[in-house]
């Protein structure tokens, strides 16, 4: 089950001319190769969730570089490209009481992947394996996209 726990960076970026770009440059600089990421933002800052190869290292080197980063468990859901695709985690996670906190989708030329923040991970992991919803666990998230 824990493998189906995937560690999320949050990544603190405020909100002002050029700092995307500077947090990008220590990505870049890090070798820090994000496969999915959405940016939320508000009136002072934004956070960059973003799903990497190594959490515990990128983590590591972004602190040293003095990035404002915490990690977050996230999973993530295999999904067709078709009408009513995220139904059925929905539909599941509601009867069974599990929040979706957030999401976001990605599409690769091997699998479209849904990320989402959960009340429960653990709770929605078993969820998701007893209604036949394949999970993608963190080992599989570079050979899926």
Same mark, same amino acid.
Request: hydrophobic share 40%; proline share 3%.
């Given at each position: 089950?824990?493998?189906?726990?995937?560690?999320?960076?949050?990544?603190?970026?405020?909100?002002?001319?050029?700092?995307?770009?500077?947090?990008?440059?220590?990505?870049?600089?890090?070798?820090?190769?994000?496969?999915?990421?959405? /940016?939320?933002?508000? $009136?002072?800052?934004? %956070? /960059?969730? !973003? %799903?990497?190869?190594?959490?515990?290292?990128?983590?590591?080197?972004?602190?040293?570089?003095? %990035?404002?980063?915490?990690? $977050?468990?996230?999973?993530?859901?295999?999904?067709?490209? $078709?009408?009513?695709? /995220?139904? !059925?985690?929905?539909?599941?996670?509601?009867?069974?009481?599990?929040?979706?906190?957030?999401?976001?989708?990605?599409?690769?030329?091997?699998?479209?992947?849904?990320?989402?923040?959960?009340?429960?991970?653990?709770?929605?992991?078993?969820?998701?394996?007893?209604?036949?919803?394949?999970?993608?666990?963190?080992?599989?998230?570079?050979?899926?996209?």
């Amino acid at each position: 089950m824990a493998d189906s726990i995937i560690e999320q960076l949050s990544i603190f970026v405020n909100n002002e001319p050029g700092r995307l770009a500077y947090v990008a440059s220590v990505l870049k600089e890090c070798g820090i190769n994000m496969h999915a990421f959405n /940016l939320a933002e508000s $009136t002072d800052f934004g %956070i /960059l969730r !973003a %799903i990497v190869d190594d959490p515990e290292e990128s983590y590591r080197k972004l602190k040293d570089k003095g %990035i404002i980063v915490k990690k $977050t468990e996230v999973i993530a859901v295999s999904i067709e490209d $078709t009408p009513g695709a /995220l139904f !059925a985690a929905a539909d599941a996670f509601g009867k069974a009481g599990i929040n979706i906190e957030y999401g976001y989708a990605y599409s690769g030329k091997k699998a479209s992947l849904f990320y989402m923040r959960v009340n429960d991970p653990r709770k929605a992991v078993e969820i998701l394996k007893n209604n036949g919803i394949r999970l993608v666990t963190s080992g599989e998230i570079r050979w899926e996209t």
